[in-house]
């Protein structure tokens, strides 16, 4: 069965810091696709960032960049120079066949000014 | 566009009582679906469509019911309400609903329910 684990439940970090959020996912799949969405205080979900299995290039978008690593089953975020605007809860999701999502626990990010 | 928009935004329930959350999206996408977020569970799939007139059960589908009978629309209908489904529910929407690799699934505003 597919499943996306977010071990951190909760980081505060003073703004400027780079902070990693990390996420581990299991599949028997040999195709499948990661997410990353946000949901800032107001409540709705934003995308961020779709990456298939054939793909392990990191990405790199703006102060966010991804690093994904099939040999640890990994989906790694790293906002770097963290701003206020970024606190929020973090989802990461994986697809469960063509357009299931499964998700994860979320991580609640604080940044502190 | 608007997107994926939900209706109510929020709602109280008295258990026992029936409701409708309605979902409706204007950019033609085949795939739509219900999710509830619940604290320290993430986002939990109740059910799902591929197109108009095609729905399945997802992960928590008991005391849920859905229909779609046309692209836009996929209302989420709670029969009889329990406390058990207070929750924030948000509906989502992608282009591709048949195919072999997911589209990036774009989420409602979402619904906050109070069953009481």
């Known amino acids: 069965a597919q499943k996306v684990t977010q071990a951190q439940t909760e980081i505060s970090v003073v703004e400027k810091e780079d902070v990693t959020l990390d996420c581990v996912y299991e599949?028997?799949?040999?195709?499948?696709?990661l997410f990353w969405y946000k949901q800032p205080p107001s409540g709705e979900l934003v995308f961020l960032i779709r990456?298939?299995?054939?793909?392990?290039q990191n990405e790199i978008s703006g102060r966010y960049s991804w690093n994904f690593q099939k040999s640890t089953s990994s989906f790694n975020f790293t906002i770097t120079a963290s701003q206020v605007v970024d606190s929020a809860v973090y989802f990461c999701a994986l697809s469960q066949g063509a357009q299931k999502l499964v998700f994860g626990q979320g991580t609640r990010l604080t940044i502190n000014p | 566009n608007a997107g994926v928009t939900q209706t109510p935004k929020f709602q109280v329930l008295k258990t026992g009582q029936s409701m409708t959350l309605q979902c409706a999206q204007d950019m033609n996408h085949e795939y739509m679906s219900w999710y509830r977020q619940d604290p320290g569970m993430g986002l939990r799939l109740i059910h799902y469509s591929v197109g108009a007139g095609i729905t399945d059960q997802g992960e928590v589908p008991n005391g849920y019911n859905v229909s779609r009978s046309t692209t836009e629309d996929f209302p989420l209908r709670l029969l009889s309400a329990a406390p058990s489904q207070t929750s924030v529910y948000f509906c989502?929407?992608?282009?591709?609903?048949?195919?072999?690799?997911?589209?990036?699934?774009?989420f409602g505003p979402g619904t906050r329910l109070t069953v009481l």
């Open positions: 599949t028997r799949d040999t195709t499948y696709y």
């Open positions: 990456r298939n299995s054939f793909d392990e």
């Open positions: 989502a929407s992608s282009y591709s609903g048949r195919g072999s690799f997911p589209d990036t699934q774009y």
